[in-house]
Nanobody, 126 residues
Framework: EVQLQASGGGLVQPGGSLRLSCAAS????????IGWFRQAPGKEREAVFT??????WSADSATGRFTISSDNAANTVTLQMNSLIFDDTAVYYC?????????????????????WGQGTLVTVSS
């Protein structure tokens, strides 16, 4: 059974950092496209950072502040978020889709990913 477990969210001050982890089970992360999405209150879910066969994409809002990495041995994908701002407040989700059935669209959208984790809340507040 494919499962995704997102963790690492919390309350952080502006300028701070958080490290989100997406632990995968039931599949190998290097066989799947993995995406980090976020959804702020009243807004649509949007892609933040994705990785597919080692190729990454980042939203303009994340470029230069966030990084994504994949650990095949631990079967996890990590989103390192630095220099956090108020607008980063959202529920963050990791998502996955098999590479051999993945639709590459840019910007990435939710329809490209079939498996979703439960989300982890990130709150940036002073």
């Amino acid at each position: 059974e494919v499962q995704l477990q997102a963790s690492g969210g919390g309350l952080v001050q502006p300028g701070g950092s958080l490290r989100l982890s997406c632990a995968a089970s039931g599949f190998r992360v290097d066989d799947y496209a993995i995406g980090w999405f976020r959804q702020a209150p009243g807004k649509e879910r949007e892609a933040v950072f994705t990785i597919s066969s080692g190729v990454t994409w980042s939203a303009d809002s994340a470029t230069g502040r966030f990084t994504i990495s994949s650990d095949n041995a631990a079967n996890t994908v990590t989103l390192q978020m630095n220099s956090l701002i108020f607008d980063d407040t959202a529920v963050y989700y990791c998502a996955a889709n098999p590479l051999d059935d993945f639709k590459y669209v840019y910007p990435p959208n939710v329809d490209s990913y079939v498996y979703w984790g439960q989300g982890t809340l990130v709150t940036v507040s002073s």
